[in-house]
């Protein structure tokens, strides 16, 4: 038989070729023999491989196991990893790494000192301790920042020593001259000794508040100075002038607080509070004269028990008061100007304080000077102090003693609840009026004074006399108008005339006097009249 397989040589019959039974039996032969050698050489599922020999070599990479791959493959790659292995990966000892200056390994003593510390953005630093503190011979050191803890609580310690040895009197004036004092200046450092204090200390409430001048002292305030830097000298001013106020001892000790506002806009509601036991004087570069180159917002004085003098000011506020006082012993307002338009307020209020208000402008406003329960003089305002609805308003037991000019409004003097006017002559008699009398037929000379009130109930008193212009004919009424009225349902007052056998009648009724000839009057008579009634 010419064919056979190709591999395994199996006889394979022509299509010529008759059957041989034999040859069929040879070729199963081969086959049998065949599968049986493939069954000693196969594995399993779950045979036994441990008589398998597998070869391979190690892989160059370090790379994953992969399905599918050959088992030379795959034990060339585990080859790979074991050979790189340390080590440590066989003994389990964390001794076998290596370390290095980067990378190590941490005692538990140090994790135990790392746990113990605060970072630098925050923490319980309650229980750290400074087993130790730097020193220094610097008066009044001040701690900066980069400093270590106990350079800078060192200083901390110092200044406290010293602050305490400068209220004892052991500091004398030449250490202070060391932050900028002079010894001019003698023991008046309080204030701005103060400062340096709220600097380091923040708002601390320090005893050095407590204390008192020592001196008078004397501050500059300019809008290019500065609250921080600044000393209050005329070279080195501060930025505010609430600044200025806020640097002051409560107690003045008797003496003067002087300070000076440089030319300029001050956006500020100044507040002068609690002062005590002396005399503080704000003042522009313009004093005793009406001048708008030192502008401020307002002031306010409350519980003062010191003197208070403004001088200078342009008031711009139209929100509330321009100057007020509350409940403080004395305050001084000379040449302020207040215009800002606002008839709701007042340009000046004084609350429960004696005043003294001289060379003012105040327009615009509900009152120029409203006084409740307080006494004071106003003397001498500018005669621009007009369009205030009143001039001068006083209520609840004021009293205001009126020199000179005063402000205008649509009603120059309102009184309430007990108000007095004190007029110049040192009574309550105002002086002659003779404004709002009209009379078209005779000359007038003289008018009427009121007694007491200038609004509201009052004793008037006429004392008039005319020169006639020309001829009255008898039976015929000529008036003059313009005197106070004496209230609904009031009869008629008599009028006396000097010349009694020339007038039928003479009589004043609701602010109108009136009067009728018995006989022919001729031009150029004069006629002395007078009478005193009650006006409401």
């Known amino acids: 038989m010419e064919n056979e ?39 399993d599922q779950n045979g036994d491989a441990s008589n398998a020999v597998t070869e391979f070599k190690q892989e160059i990479l370090r790379e994953n196991l992969e399905s599918g791959e050959k088992i030379a493959k795959t034990h060339g790659k585990i080859k790979k990893w074991f050979s790189e ?17 980067v990378n190590r390994f941490v005692t538990d003593l140090e994790k135990k000192s790392w746990n113990t510390k605060v970072s630098a953005s925050g923490g319980d630093i309650s229980e750290t301790k400074i087993e130790s503190l730097d020193g220094t011979d ?30 004892s009197g052991i500091i004398t004036v030449g250490k202070l001259v060391n932050h900028g004092k002079t010894t001019d200046e003698g023991y008046a450092l309080d204030a701005r000794f103060g400062k340096t204090l709220f600097d380091l200390y923040g708002k601390l409430d320090s005893d050095l508040q407590k204390q008192s001048l020592h001196s008078n002292v004397t501050y500059y305030v300019a809008t290019t100075g500065s609250d921080t830097t600044g000393n209050g000298s005329e070279l080195n001013p501060f930025r505010t ?54 502008s401020v917002s307002s002031f306010l004085i409350v519980y003062c028990s010191s003197l208070v003098v403004i001088n200078g000011f342009d008031i711009t506020t139209i929100t509330r008061h321009g100057i007020e006082a509350k409940i403080s012993k004395f305050v001084i307002i000379y040449f302020c100007r207040c215009v800002g338009s606002n008839n ?27 006084a409740h329960g307080s006494d004071g003089q106003s003397m001498f305002w500018d005669n621009k102090s007009i369009n205030n609805y009143i001039g001068l308003y006083i209520e609840y037991g004021s009293i205001i003693k009126k020199i000179g000019t005063q402000p205008i409004g649509e009603l120059n003097e309102m009184q309430s609840y007990g ?23 005779a000359k007038l000379q003289g008018g009427y004074i009121r007694h007491g009130n200038m ?26 108008k313009g005197f106070p009225l004496q209230g609904i349902e009031i009869m008629p007052i008599a009028v006396s005339c000097h010349y009694p056998s020339l007038i039928d009648y003479c009589q004043i009724y609701n602010g109108e006097l009136v009067l009728k000839p018995r006989i022919p009057i001729g031009s150029g008579t004069i006629l002395c009249l007078n009478c005193t009634y009650l006006t409401t």
Not at 257 to 277: K, R
């Open 5 to 43: 397989t190709t591999k395994y040589k199996l006889p394979k019959p022509g299509e010529e070729d008759f059957y041989d039974i034999n040859q069929f039996n040879k070729a199963m032969d081969l086959v049998d023999g065949a599968l049986s050698d493939l069954d000693e050489k196969k594995l």
């Open 138 to 167: 610097t008066t009044f050191p001040v701690p900066v920042k980069g400093e270590t803890s106990k350079v800078f609580f060192g200083k901390v310690k110092k200044f406290i020593e010293d602050f305490n040895d400068f209220k």
């Open 85 to 101: 292995m340390k080590e440590v990966a066989f003994s389990g000892r964390a001794s076998d790494i290596e370390q290095d200056g």
């Open 241 to 294: 002038i609430q600044h200025a106020i806020d640097v002051l001892p409560k107690d003045l000790g008797g003496y003067d607080a002087n300070i000076t506002v440089f030319n300029g806009t001050y956006d500020e509601d100044v507040v002068i509070n609690g002062y005590c036991n002396g005399y503080i004087s704000l003042k522009s570069t313009k004093i005793n004269e009406i001048s708008s180159v030192c």
């Open 419 to 441: 108000g007095l006017f004190i007029h110049q002559n040192g009574t309550q008699i105002s002086d002659l009026i003779s404004s709002g009398l009209t009379c078209t037929w």
């Open 344 to 370: 709701k307020l007042m340009g000046m209020y004084f609350d429960q304080t004696r005043f003294e208000v001289k060379g003012n402008l105040v327009a615009n406003k509900n009152a120029a000077l409203n």
């Open 455 to 480: 609004t509201g109930t009052a004793m008037v008193t006429v004392q008039i006399t005319i020169v006639t212009k020309t001829s009255l004919t008898t039976g015929e009424s000529y008036s003059i």
